[in-house]
């Protein structure tokens, strides 16, 4: 059965940091571009970032430059985002998602994804 879970979210203060990772299982990642998306109460699901099948291409929203970083780590089969100087507006619920890709480049930010995990909560607040 193929499953993306997500781990790492959890109550942290403005400014402070987190870290998420996607697992896969049922399947490996090598030929899937992996994206983060969120959504926030009442708001529509957002593109965070994705990352290629290779791991050469990423792409952020405005919203999280200079503070998010994606990475994949293939052997372990799993993707991580790195999040710094969260602030407020960053809560959400987090969801990754996996596309099967023959494009080494392919990382689209948009929901054109086949898999995805169940999510995971993150709160910034003081």
């Known amino acids: 059965q193929l499953q993306l879970v997500e781990s790492g979210g959890g109550l942290v203060q403005p400014g402070g940091s987190l870290s998420l990772s996607c697992a896969a299982s049922?399947?490996?990642?090598?030929?899937?571009?992996i994206g983060w998306f969120r959504q926030a109460p009442g708001k529509e699901r957002e593109g965070v970032s994705c990352?290629?099948?290779?791991?050469?291409?990423?792409n952020y929203a405005d919203s999280v430059k200079g503070r998010f970083t994606i990475s994949r780590d293939n052997a372990k089969n799993t993707v991580y985002l790195q999040m710094n100087s969260l602030k407020p507006e960053d809560t959400a619920v987090y969801y990754c998602?996996?596309?099967?890709?023959?494009?080494?480049?392919?990382?689209?930010?948009?929901?054109?994804?086949?898999?995805w995990g169940q999510g995971t909560q993150v709160t910034v607040s003081s």
């Open positions: 998602a996996a596309k099967f890709t023959v494009f080494q480049s392919m990382c689209p930010m948009k929901d054109a994804y086949e898999h």
């Open positions: 049922g399947f490996t990642l090598d030929h899937y571009a």
């Open positions: 990352i290629s099948r290779s791991g050469g291409n990423t």
